[in-house]
């Protein structure tokens, strides 16, 4: 077990070893100076796992370390010279099936760094058996911290130990080194989350509302910009375009609040910058799908799918360029001062357009029942019969009432709202993956034409046909599913639910 | 969890030295390891500085009356821990003939330690008794130093005679030749022809050295105060040998 205690910033390291040598009999076993990065994903991915990513780099040795968030516990530890970039690049087994399933496609980044004295302690009796071990990192920025390591059947020491700290004012640690080492640059953990969080007032003057909630979603573009630029992960870039996409709705489905000029430009500026980004984002997700691209063939074909992967890799890292060099242009990064300028503009007293007055809760309440309505009336023109394309316009609206609901989810009660979006979520998904797998389908045909003239081995074509058509029979059994699924979407619980939380007492529009 | 009893009927071969050691290289090689000093002396109590006490004596520690979990203390070293001996250890016998199925009586105490041990290591007193019977049904590996003497083979031959009588089938006997003096003629010839004799000995043999005897010096396993000699590497080797036993069987 392991008992964790901060020492007054008052007390000096050595005034503390020289206080437990008054009493203990004390052996120094080494003192050397140490660095410890905490490393996470981007979006905190470990962290919420539970888990705290240490890596402590001295003379000796240099060694990473996950430990429990609460209890401080080791889960797994290894010497290592250097941290790699993705879960898939740790040698050690136990490290790589604990961090691949949090962190998944996101890349290992340090957080922040601090440099320490590192004291490690015995305490021995009067045999000169160690009793307890005691392990002193000693900061400059933050308050020391003394771990005891207690040594099993010898649970007097530990008491003792821990009353003389307590005597000597030393406290019971609360919260981790992360937590305070960021408390110094005025952060938190978990401080970027790629889920909105917007706290609205219900009477907020709808102009001033929406504006509010476009400049959370800059906020998110600006934050994602240089990973997206780097390409540090995939992530970065899908975390941008979402950014955008949420942006390019709320300025279409708020129309009559912003004013028309503004509106306009703006609207043309992020549809614009939508398109950049989807050649770069569809090759992300082929390339993040490889694997279940390999492993829906037969294993004899599996192999022969590796000269797709390289085309993609060189295609994605073009598609990579361009995009990154349309990031740094004038094209990209003036247009969007200038919409930064305008959200930070103050409310105009008189506005003309229609909504701009509002309290921003009867808009979200107008809104949202509208779209609903409006995907009831599209699914139900739905027949076995319909074309793709009524279904993508179905997801196109689902996604409208998606990003109403999440930009005005503080405007309701969190009871009754959560369930809702969930209802709508188990709902897209269908279409999504309707969506995705057409676009997949698409892409590998176009690409099959790119390889032809590339001298690609004959064996590629077969295992990309027989890839093809894998895609083919799930878009299939996607499309017979949505009937069942629209069903449940629509069933009279859910439309009651959708009519409380939302028509309000306003007569239909 | 495999257990190992260091064990010979003839006492000062260097059982303890070979439970010690070994469980240290055990520890260090990354697996949870248990001594536990069923010897009265206390010798590898002593070896790892520990008190030779446990509360309630052999009467509440053969009783089940008190976990053994509870008497384990930790070494100095990570993942190795000892169950003390006790100076009532000397009562065993008695005490193990008043309970239930004494000679199942062990392997019962030990069960509920499986989860926490990959290895345990037992340091068995000298003699032949009913306690030997206990351990015999308790361990998997019967780990036997033998000086190459005569007197020696005439001992193991007994041993071996007094396994097959009790009809132990799990139990498997491995000897070696412990404190191996090269200058005497005798101990070359007994090398040679014994494990003709007994083809089951280990190829490893631990040799007669002061480094050895130093251990109660230094009151730490060999490895922890020398990093190479040729004691620690005769120990070693045995080591490796046990655990490429093991593994063929599928540890």
Redesign the interface.
């Known amino acids: 077990m392991l008992y964790h205690f901060d020492a007054p910033g008052r007390l000096t390291t050595e005034n503390l070893i020289a206080e437990l040598s008054k009493k203990l009999n004390v052996q120094l076993v080494s003192q050397h100076y140490s660095l410890k990065t905490y490393f996470d994903s981007f979006d905190w991915r470990l962290y919420s796992g539970g888990i705290l990513c240490e890596f402590n780099q001295s003379k000796p040795v240099s060694r990473l370390i996950l430990k429990d968030c609460l209890s401080g516990q080791t889960l797994a530890s290894a010497d290592l010279d250097s941290i790699p970039a993705f879960a898939a690049g740790f040698s050690n087994a136990k490290i790589r099936k604990m961090l691949s399933p949090l962190l998944e496609m996101r890349a290992l980044l340090p957080i922040t760094t601090l440099d320490y004295t590192l004291y490690q302690l015995?305490i021995l009796?009067e045999?000169?058996?160690?009793v307890l071990k005691i392990i002193i990192e000693s900061y400059d920025l933050i308050n020391s911290r003394i771990s005891l390591e207690a040594?099993?059947?010898?649970d007097n020491a530990l008491a003792r130990v821990s009353k003389i700290l307590i005597e000597a004012g030393l406290k019971p640690s609360r919260s981790s080194v992360l937590v305070d080492a960021l408390k110094t640059q005025s952060r938190k953990p978990s401080d970027y989350s790629s889920k909105l969080t917007i706290e609205l007032a219900p009477d907020l003057r709808a102009d001033i509302a929406v504006k509010y909630i476009l400049s959370h979603l800059l906020k998110t573009i600006k934050i994602n910009e240089q990973g997206t630029i780097t390409n540090t992960d995939s992530e970065f870039l899908h975390d941008f375009r979402v950014a955008v996409r949420r942006t390019r709705s709320g300025l279409s489905q708020l129309k009559e609040v912003l004013p028309e000029a503004e509106n306009d430009r703006f609207s043309q500026y992020f549809a614009w910058l939508g398109q950049l980004t989807n050649q770069t984002r569809d090759l992300d997700v082929q390339l993040i799908n490889f694997e279940n691209y390999q492993n829906a063939l037969p294993v004899t074909l599996r192999k022969d799918l590796t000269p797709l992967y390289d085309f993609l890799s060189v295609k994605q890292k073009q598609a990579q360029k361009t995009l990154a060099a349309k990031l740094k242009s004038s094209e990209y990064v003036i247009p969007l001062r200038q919409w930064e300028d305008f959200l930070k503009t103050p409310a105009i007293k008189k506005p003309t357009e229609t909504e701009a007055l509002l309290p921003i809760k009867n808009l979200a309440d107008r809104r949202i029942w509208k779209v609903y309505k409006r995907i009831i009336k599209q699914g139900n023109r739905i027949t076995d019969q319909s074309p793709a394309e009524n279904l993508h316009e179905l997801r196109k609206t689902c996604k409208k009432l998606r990003y109403l609901m999440e930009f005005f989810q503080s405007l309701y009660p969190q009871k009754k709202i959560k369930p809702l979006i969930k209802v709508l979520k188990d709902f897209q998904e269908i279409l999504g993956d309707f969506q995705d797998l057409e676009v997949q389908e698409q892409s590998l045909k176009t690409y099959s034409a790119e390889m032809i003239e590339k001298q690609v081995p004959a064996n590629t074509f077969l295992a990309m046909g027989v890839l093809i058509q894998n895609l083919d029979k799930r878009r299939c059994d996607t499309r017979n599913a949505f009937a069942t699924k629209f069903e449940t979407f629509k069933q009279r619980e859910n439309q009651i639910s959708f009519q409380t939380l939302f028509k309000n007492n306003e007569p239909d529009t | 969890m495999k257990i190992i009893a260091a064990f010979n009927i003839k006492g000062g071969v260097g059982k303890t030295s070979t439970a010690v050691n070994l469980a240290f290289l055990a520890a260090q090689t990354g697996y949870r390891t248990l001594v536990w000093d069923l010897d009265p002396q206390g010798a590898s109590s002593f070896y790892f500085r520990i008190k030779p006490k446990v509360k309630g004596g052999s009467k509440e520690l053969i009783s089940g009356k008190c976990e053994l979990d509870g008497l384990i203390r930790g070494t100095d070293f990570e993942r190795l821990d000892l169950l003390p001996a006790d100076f009532s250890f000397r009562n065993l016998d008695l005490v193990l003939d008043s309970g239930k199925k004494p000679t199942h009586r062990l392997e019962k105490l030990l069960k509920p330690l499986g989860d926490d041990y990959d290895f345990i290591f037992l340091d068995c007193p000298p003699n032949i008794s009913l306690l030997s019977e206990a351990i015999f049904e308790a361990s998997d590996i019967l780990l036997s130093p033998v000086i190459p003497t005569t007197l020696s083979l005439r001992t193991l031959d007994q041993l071996k005679k007094f396994i097959s009588h009790k009809k132990i089938k799990k139990l498997q006997l491995m000897p070696f030749f412990s404190m191996v003096d090269r200058r005497k003629k005798l101990h070359l010839d007994i090398m040679k022809i014994l494990p003709e004799q007994h083809p089951d000995f280990l190829t490893a043999t631990i040799p007669y050295a002061s480094d050895i005897e130093r251990m109660g010096q230094e009151r730490m396993p060999l490895n922890a105060f020398i990093k190479n000699s040729r004691s620690t590497r005769a120990y070693l080797e045995l080591w490796q040998e046990l655990l490429e036993h093991l593994n063929s069987k599928s540890l």
Do not use: F, L, S
Request: charged share 40%.
């Open positions: 015995n009796n045999d000169e058996k160690i040594i099993k059947g010898y």
